[in-house]
């Protein structure tokens, strides 16, 4: 558990005990989630989905498959936001860093908070070279974020994202090399 924005949040692993809890930050945040998590938005509709989708995230961490994070809000145990570290190549030393906020929390510094120190986790406790963000460029607040976190843009990646019912969509890379 890392504690951030003077304790009022906490970066906790999955555990299952979220299963109820990501339920309702997903249906409360449906609109937000719905272009660019809608796998995790479809996964988690219902308490026995999600139900299913902690028990699997679970598992992914376990074996270090990829790591899911909540990000909750310590006074009323709810959650205000998911990271996930995915797409690891264990070989290159290089994974992708993904998140997302409650529409309740945004613009209160705490995704900022949490990317930094899932960042330094990845690098720490992973033993990552890069870390990727990616972010599509009509999303400013998510590009502030990487910029804030010393995530440097590369490139635009061209028909990376295909979101439900959309034409796929250019993203732009955010990389972050491990200094130490």
């Given at each position: 558990?890392?504690?951030?924005?003077?304790?009022?949040?906490?970066?906790?692993?999955?555990?299952?005990?979220?299963?109820?809890?990501?339920?309702?930050?997903?249906t409360v945040?449906?609109?937000?989630?719905?272009?660019?998590?809608?796998?995790t938005?479809?996964?988690?509709?219902?308490p026995?989905?999600?139900q299913?989708f902690?028990?699997r995230?679970?598992?992914?961490?376990?074996?270090?498959?990829?790591?899911?994070?909540v990000?909750?809000?310590t006074?009323?145990?709810?959650?205000?936001g998911?990271l996930?570290?995915k797409?690891?190549?264990y070989?290159?030393?290089e994974?992708e860093l993904?998140y997302?906020?409650?529409y309740?929390?945004?613009?209160?510094?705490i995704?900022t908070m949490?990317?930094?120190e899932?960042?330094?986790?990845?690098?720490k406790?992973?033993?990552?070279?890069?870390?990727r963000?990616?972010?599509?460029?009509?999303n400013?607040a998510?590009?502030?974020?990487?910029?804030k976190c010393?995530y440097?843009?590369?490139?635009?990646?061209p028909?990376?994202h295909?979101?439900p019912?959309m034409?796929?969509?250019?993203?732009?890379?955010?990389?972050?090399?491990?200094?130490g």
């Amino acid at each position: 558990m890392i504690s951030i924005a003077n304790g009022t949040f906490e970066i906790t692993p999955i555990h299952e005990k979220y299963a109820w809890r990501i339920c309702d930050f997903v249906t409360v945040n449906t609109s937000r989630l719905k272009t660019y998590f809608p796998r995790t938005l479809t996964e988690n509709l219902t308490p026995d989905l999600s139900q299913l989708f902690v028990d699997r995230k679970i598992k992914d961490f376990k074996s270090k498959n990829e790591f899911l994070f909540v990000i909750k809000n310590t006074i009323d145990r709810t959650v205000a936001g998911l990271l996930f570290v995915k797409n690891l190549d264990y070989t290159q030393k290089e994974a992708e860093l993904a998140y997302c906020i409650g529409y309740q929390h945004e613009g209160i510094g705490i995704t900022t908070m949490a990317v930094k120190e899932i960042t330094n986790w990845s690098f720490k406790e992973l033993n990552l070279k890069t870390l990727r963000i990616i972010v599509h460029r009509t999303n400013p607040a998510s590009i502030r974020i990487a910029e804030k976190c010393g995530y440097v843009w590369k490139e635009t990646l061209p028909k990376e994202h295909q979101p439900p019912e959309m034409a796929p969509m250019d993203m732009e890379l955010y990389i972050k090399t491990n200094e130490g």
